[in-house]
């Protein structure tokens, strides 16, 4: 049985686990799990030791019923609730369709009809140069009055792929002398997926670009105000609750995803719900996947998690000294919506100060068992009173009418990296 779970411990350890149990117990109850000491279970302590669990049930149906547990949740609400509120607090850009639409377009002629229209724009530019990309920036909507190309229209496809190569979104250019642009550079513009509107004569410049800039500030505004609104609610998690579990609970019910913490050469963070979600290989595979990020220093990762691909965005958190947090989101319900990754990049400060916190706390228990075994084993008890009140002060609870057992379990040490094969 000891052999069985240290195998499946896949959340990082230290060399050696000790199990202290009663000696006339086999130290499991009928959930087939290892009791704690609240539970009033025979195992005294049971450290780092990390059981299958009973639930035999398909991972799918597992994280169904977890769903169905968290829509039944009071107060933050589930994570189908957090969705509702990721949707809602999408973030919104100015975009080639937005600049279509701006009633100092009014007249205006799309001359390539299968350009993506979803490309943001993030400034308007006026140009008066046949060589359009030699002041053109990446997003740019440049503005020409196509007088460049009066004597000169041969020049014009040329002009069309310099812009591309500077990252313009779109041109917006006057007809030259009520003379058609040539179909050739139509179709270039088309496949350079390049928008090309055709201004009326009576567009004027200064109006349209004080209307594109007043928009994007009025969206870069409304997006701040957002950004704002989500990371107080973020915060207000992080200072309301005091177990980190439970504040990765809250996370999680706020922006609709899985999210889980990783501490190199550590373990694994997350909440109590998402861990019950993740059977053992599920968090091998995570584990593993949070190492090969750390190699590669990749934005996002996917591992295959209840029989699907599932993507994970990352933020990496500078703890202390050369420590750092690496934070998991897990694209599970829906993808990870923009607004809310930008929020929790802006308290991943104080979320780590929780994760040190945590660590900080587990390697003191960690101190105090290990020298209550040492103890143990180097005979400093004089008697069983001894025993019992050195155990009550490291927080274990030993019975003098029982006799125990000390098992010594030798872990292998794991890799931070990933195996090659």
Not at 66 to 73: G, I, K, V, W, Y
Not at 171 to 183: Q, S
Not at 217 to 238: G, R, Y
């Amino acid at each position: 049985m000891i052999q069985h779970s240290v195998h499946r411990n896949v959340l990082g350890s230290p060399d050696f686990l000790f199990l202290i149990y009663r000696k006339s117990t086999n130290g499991v109850n009928s959930a087939g799990r290892l009791p704690s000491r609240k539970e009033g279970g025979t195992i005294v302590s049971a450290v780092r030791l990390v059981f299958p669990d009973s639930d035999e049930s398909k991972p799918a149906e597992r994280l169904g019923r977890h769903a169905s547990q968290q829509m039944n949740l009071a107060g933050a609400g589930a994570w189908s609730a957090g969705r509702e509120r990721m949707m809602k607090s999408a973030v919104k850009k100015f975009t080639r369709q937005s600049l279509v639409e701006l009633s100092s377009f009014r007249g205006c002629r799309i001359l390539n009809s299968r350009c993506s229209m979803g490309q943001e724009i993030l400034r308007a530019t006026v140009v008066e140069d046949a060589n359009l990309g030699r002041w053109a920036q990446p997003g740019d909507a440049v503005i020409c009055s196509g007088y460049p190309f009066h004597a000169h229209m041969d020049r014009f496809c040329g002009a069309l792929e310099q812009l591309h190569a500077s990252g313009a979104a779109v041109l917006c250019i006057k007809a030259v002398r009520n003379t058609p642009f040539p179909e050739d550079a139509i179709e270039l513009a088309d496949r350079l997926d390049l928008l090309v509107v055709e201004l009326p004569r009576e567009a004027i410049f200064s109006t349209i670009i004080q209307e594109i800039s007043e928009k994007i500030l009025s969206m870069k505004a409304e997006v701040f105000s957002q950004l704002q609104a989500q990371t107080e609610s973020l915060l207000e998690i992080l200072f309301r609750e005091n177990v980190l579990e439970d504040c990765f609970l809250h996370i999680e019910q706020f922006i609709g995803n899985p999210v889980v913490a990783f501490v190199p050469s550590s373990k694994l963070y997350m909440s109590r719900e998402t861990r019950e979600w993740l059977s053992q290989e599920d968090q091998a595979a995570v584990f593993h996947m949070f190492c090969r990020q750390r190699q590669t220093g990749e934005a996002t990762l996917s591992v295959p998690i209840d029989g699907r691909d599932t993507v994970f965005d990352f933020i990496e958190i500078r703890m202390t000294g050369n420590e750092t947090l690496l934070l998991g989101i897990a694209e599970w319900n829906q993808s990870t919506d923009e607004l809310v990754f930008f929020a929790l990049k802006r308290i991943g400060k104080f979320l780590a100060v929780e994760v040190k916190n945590a660590t900080t706390v587990e390697k003191v228990q960690r101190r105090q068992e290990d020298t209550l075994i040492n103890d143990l084993f180097s005979g400093e008890f004089a008697s069983d009173s001894d025993v019992v009140a050195a155990a009550a002060s490291y927080n274990y609870h030993l019975d003098r009418s029982w006799k125990y057992r000390i098992a010594i379990v030798r872990l292998l040490k794991r890799p931070d990296s990933p195996p090659s094969t």
